[in-house]
């Protein structure tokens, strides 16, 4: 089962759904925001942006990742 709209969910009821057989959780909005903010300030080179933005996006992929249990899962 896949699960729509995982950005918005509580913790304990992402928990839940994962329970319940859950096995795929979209969560592009959360990333979508991410990205939306960092766009928004002003950049002195785009390296930085580049570097900032992949290490932001990075972490929020990986608590997600943990959330649902999905490291080392591919």
Known sequence: LALHGG?????RDLEEALALGVVK?????????VLRDYLGRPWDHHRAFYREVEA?????????????QAEGKA
């Open 7 to 11: 950005s918005g969910i509580h913790p």
């Open 25 to 33: 959780v979209n969560v592009g909005t959360a990333l979508y925001r």
């Open 56 to 68: 932001a996006l990075l972490g929020v992929a990986m608590e997600y990742i943990r959330r649902t």
